[in-house]
């Protein structure tokens, strides 16, 4: 099946920037959907942002609506979550997933994760 990689998280003052890439690596399979979830410590993992592969509609968390752009390459096949503004409560470890259903913002609904990359916003 195919494996995420995720890269681009760090360190990063309140304020700044991080873009965040998810990229597969083995055999590509046709998905409907790549989405960004967040899990901070002693918390649930919640929903950040999606984008539908072919049509391109973007859903985004509240938390995130204004700060955070995401995208797809279609021809590297991975997508990019923009950060900006970032606040001390978007530190989390952030994880790309991907489905082949109609979920958006249901961490149960996608079927492949990534690692992980561990963003953390200093105050």
């Known amino acids: 099946q195919v494996q995420l990689v995720e890269s681009g998280g760090g360190l990063v003052q309140a304020g700044g920037s991080l873009r965040l890439s998810c990229a597969p690596s083995?055999?590509?399979?046709?998905?409907?959907?790549t989405g960004w979830f967040r899990q901070a410590p002693g918390k649930e993992r919640e929903f950040v942002a999606a984008?539908?592969?072919?049509?391109?509609?973007?859903y985004y968390a509240d938390s995130a609506k204004g700060r955070f752009t995401i995208s797809r390459d279609n021809a590297k096949n991975t997508v990019y979550l923009q950060m900006n503004s970032l606040k001390p409560e978007d530190t989390a470890v952030y994880y790309c997933?991907?489905?082949?259903?109609?979920?958006?913002?249901?961490?149960?609904?996608?079927?492949?994760w990534g690692q992980g990359t561990q963003v953390t916003v200093s105050s």
């Open positions: 984008i539908r592969w072919i049509v391109g509609n973007t």
């Open positions: 997933a991907t489905t082949r259903s109609w979920t958006i913002d249901t961490p149960e609904g996608y079927e492949n």
């Open positions: 083995g055999r590509t399979l046709i998905v409907q959907s």
